[in-house]
């Protein structure tokens, strides 16, 4: 039975999510499968991999063939790198705990780097919404002064208006008290 590690897909339309499987060559996509070793989501940034190392490892050292996509997600998890380093010890190069030292370090670099990624889009998300926050901002200082200006210009019309009634009113009056002295 030639078998192989593969994606079945899963989840919404255009909203893919995978589980990585071990099935036989001949069995149709989503179908029937031997075991699923994890999962995969490519829809977070980076994507998002749950995997069974030790039965993905047990898996790639029995034979199993990996299709591209799942052979990439294999290598940045580092089942292949682990491989390698079984391969090493079984040839005595190294013993096992300096090959899992080895692994540990590689594994901890390749979590910093992941973790400047989401750090990196945190600070730009941040970013952007402080500068969408300061453009708001400033476009609402511009609208109320606007509208500052506005009832200024109403309320220095409304005052012209009623020092005209006033002196419209007072000359009257003026006019009708000179005769009387006279």
């Given at each position: 039975m030639?078998?192989?590690?593969?994606l079945q897909r899963g989840g919404r339309k255009g909203y893919a999510f995978y589980g990585?499987?071990?099935?036989?060559?001949?069995a149709p996509r989503d179908g029937k499968f031997t075991e699923k070793i994890?999962?995969?989501n490519p829809n977070t940034n980076p994507a998002t991999v749950d995997l069974n190392f030790d039965r993905a490892l047990y898996w790639v050292e029995t034979g199993a063939q990996p299709t591209d996509t799942v052979r990439n997600i294999l290598k940045r998890e580092g089942?292949?790198?682990m491989k390698h380093l079984r391969g090493g010890v079984k040839k005595g190069a190294f013993d096992e705990a300096e090959a899992q030292k080895k692994f540990d370090a590689w594994k901890e670099n390749k979590q910093k780097g992941f973790d400047d990624i989401r750090e990196k889009d945190a600070k730009a998300k941040k970013d952007a919404e402080k500068a969408e926050f300061e453009a708001e901002k400033k476009m609402n200082e511009s609208i109320a002064k606007k509208v500052a200006e506005k009832k200024a210009a109403e309320a220095a019309a409304k005052a012209e208006v009623e020092a005209e009634k006033t002196a419209e009113e007072a000359a009257p009056e003026t006019e009708e008290a000179a005769p009387a002295e006279a």
């Open positions: 030639a078998t192989r590690i593969r990585i499987v071990i099935a036989d060559v001949r994890g999962t995969f089942v292949y790198l």
